[in-house]
């Protein structure tokens, strides 16, 4: 029995595994429940008297030597599983931080400064019916752009179509609010347009609207002072005469650039001159489309392409690189 049990010790000495499966498989074997050490305490009891002292001290050596060795094999299963997955108590990777879009960025700058002054944002549906998107703003059924080559039509009879402007928007709220009313209302808005570095089938409009009694063509004019100087940090300013069906008069705005650099000559095409938006007074007509007295209220009206004016600001020369999600690009505004 004394040779068996220095066999035992010597296999448990030599013994070496480094898969989790083989090490389970060496502690059923010795020391499960059906195990070789249980079954020598068994047969502890028929050993000679004169043979126990030294049985049993053998079995308790045979005993911590299996102890010894599964922990010895658990701990370098460990160590292995960590050396092969990295350094657990390492910190993890750092995570790349975005940024937001520059036509969010200018979009937000926009509505802050109309903010500031009094003006509400309001918001509505993309996908737009007849009335709201034409009708209701004075836009006649001849009109170009009610071509299926100028709109994004859904449906015909009647009329479902993608919108051409956030002005629907206006609508929309005309006829649930009374005046006064002061409000922006930005969002992406769509043209069947040919895609080039001037133009996209889809962009973004911010519009706004103040209708009240007793609102005058120089509010308008001073309102777009305000927002120049705040956005572009020019004050200059001019009014063209221009023609939009849901305004009477109407303007193009164009703001003074200045021909500082060779890019200011290009953008103003040596003029120093800018156009920015268009703008003018709510044509009486629409008004008395949403039952808003036209006698007693007037109000003013403007927007502006977003693309246009980030295209100015970050002196960008193709609208596309708005829509290609290219992470070189949108990485230049992370202090943004």
Not at 30 to 37: A, C, D, H, N, V
Not at 71 to 93: H, I, M, Q, R, W
Not at 219 to 242: A, C, H, N, V, W
Request: aromatic share 10%; glycine share 6%; net charge negative.
């Amino acid at each position: 029995m004394i040779e068996k049990l220095d066999a035992l010790l010597a296999e448990v000495s030599s013994f070496n595994a480094a898969e989790k499966e083989e090490i389970e498989k060496f502690r059923i074997r010795f020391s499960g429940k059906k195990g070789i050490l249980n079954e020598l305490f068994d047969q502890f009891k028929q050993v000679p008297n004169d043979q126990k002292k030294d049985f049993g001290q053998k079995i308790n050596t045979l005993k911590q030597a299996v102890a010894a060795k599964l922990e010895t094999l658990k701990n370098a299963s460990a160590v292995a599983e960590v050396t092969e997955k990295g350094d657990l108590t390492k910190p993890g990777f750092p995570l790349t931080l975005g940024s937001r879009h520059p036509i969010s960025l200018v979009k937000n700058r926009i509505t802050e400064i109309f903010k500031s002054i009094g003006f509400a944002v309001a918001d509505g549906p993309e996908i737009e019916d007849d009335w709201h998107n034409f009708s209701a703003l004075n836009l006649p059924e001849y009109h170009p752009a009610r071509d299926m080559q100028d709109t994004f039509f859904i449906e015909k009879n009647p009329d479902v179509l993608l919108r051409t402007h956030t002005s629907s928007v206006q609508i929309r709220y005309l006829e649930n609010n009374e005046p006064p009313i002061r409000i922006l209302s930005p969002g992406r808005v769509f043209r069947n347009e040919a895609i080039s570095a001037r133009s996209h089938c889809i962009f973004h409009q911010i519009e706004g609207l103040y209708i009240d009694e007793n609102v005058s063509f120089a509010d308008l004019k001073q309102t777009i002072q305000y927002f120049t100087t705040e956005l572009f940090g020019k004050s200059k300013i001019r009014l063209r005469p221009s023609y939009f069906p849901f305004t009477e008069p109407s303007a193009e705005v164009d703001v003074y650039w200045g021909l500082n650099s060779e890019t200011d000559y290009r953008i103003t095409k040596g003029t120093g001159w800018l156009e920015i938006m268009g703008c003018g007074m709510v044509d009486p007509a629409v008004l008395q489309n949403v039952n808003i007295d036209a006698d007693k209220y007037s109000g003013y009206a403007f927007g502006m392409g977003i693309e246009r004016i980030v295209m100015l600001l970050y002196q960008m020369n193709d609208i596309r690189m708005f829509f290609d999600n290219d992470v070189r690009m949108l990485e230049q505004f992370k202090t943004s």
